[in-house]
């Protein structure tokens, strides 16, 4: 019988190989980071599906897909930031906008209220983002090199980027004024 955190294992090695893919060059290999990003997207709603199908929900099973999800964020935005689509500076505000929305959803757990999904920019969101933008940034370098990596002084990663970190912050003063009304 399949185990549901070996597939959250597996969904964390095919987030690993979409940073990795990202920090490379030439720029086809955005699209082989396109393809990681779905597979991680992929098996990580297997876990849970499997996980309930198997009855085999649990508060370990939950706590394992949420630390592994955070670390797959990390491993794909810092391949990005890393790589030649984006600069540190604004990979980094990335980071930390989507690690503290993802903080604030189980700051409200903590909490003993309900973990807090809603915003401006879930994980799913951002999967679906980095799954289309980069493909969509290697036919711009393959039609216009010039066009392509400057859009406004940013390629269009680097706007996806710049994105994740506005809505991720406004996403986590979202919820911490949602869990701040709930605590009342």
């Given at each position: 019988?399949?185990?549901?955190?070996?597939?959250?294992?597996?969904?964390?090695?095919?987030?690993?190989?979409?940073?990795f893919?990202?920090?490379?060059?030439?720029?086809?290999?955005?699209?082989?980071g396109?393809?990681?990003?779905?597979?991680?997207?992929?098996?990580?709603?297997?876990d849970?599906?499997?996980?309930?199908?198997?009855?085999?929900?649990?508060?370990?099973?939950d706590f394992v897909?949420?630390?592994i999800d955070?670390?797959?964020?990390?491993?794909?935005?810092?391949?990005?930031?890393?790589?030649?689509y984006?600069?540190?500076?604004?990979?980094?505000?990335?980071v930390?906008?989507?690690?503290?929305?993802?903080?604030?959803g189980?700051?409200?757990?903590a909490?003993?209220?309900r973990r807090?999904y809603?915003?401006?920019?879930?994980?799913?969101d951002?999967?679906?983002?980095?799954t289309?933008?980069?493909?969509?940034q290697?036919?711009?370098?393959?039609?216009?090199?010039?066009?392509a990596?400057?859009?406004?002084?940013f390629?269009?990663?680097?706007?996806?980027?710049?994105?994740?970190?506005?809505?991720?912050?406004?996403?986590?003063?979202?919820r911490?004024?949602?869990?701040?009304?709930?605590?009342?």
């Amino acid at each position: 019988m399949i185990n549901p955190n070996h597939l959250s294992l597996v969904s964390l090695a095919f987030a690993f190989l979409a940073g990795f893919f990202f920090t490379l060059q030439p720029a086809y290999f955005l699209l082989l980071g396109c393809v990681m990003v779905a597979m991680n997207g992929l098996f990580d709603a297997l876990d849970g599906e499997v996980a309930r199908i198997t009855q085999k929900e649990s508060k370990r099973g939950d706590f394992v897909d949420h630390v592994i999800d955070r670390y797959a964020d990390v491993f794909i935005l810092a391949g990005i930031a890393i790589g030649a689509y984006c600069s540190l500076f604004v990979g980094l505000f990335a980071v930390i906008g989507v690690m503290l929305a993802s903080y604030m959803g189980t700051q409200a757990q903590a909490l003993g209220l309900r973990r807090e999904y809603r915003g401006i920019l879930g994980r799913a969101d951002r999967l679906a983002l980095l799954t289309i933008v980069p493909a969509i940034q290697y036919v711009l370098i393959q039609a216009n090199r010039d066009f392509a990596n400057d859009i406004l002084g940013f390629s269009l990663i680097g706007w996806m980027m710049i994105y994740f970190g506005i809505a991720g912050n406004a996403t986590a003063l979202q919820r911490a004024y949602k869990i701040w009304k709930s605590l009342a």
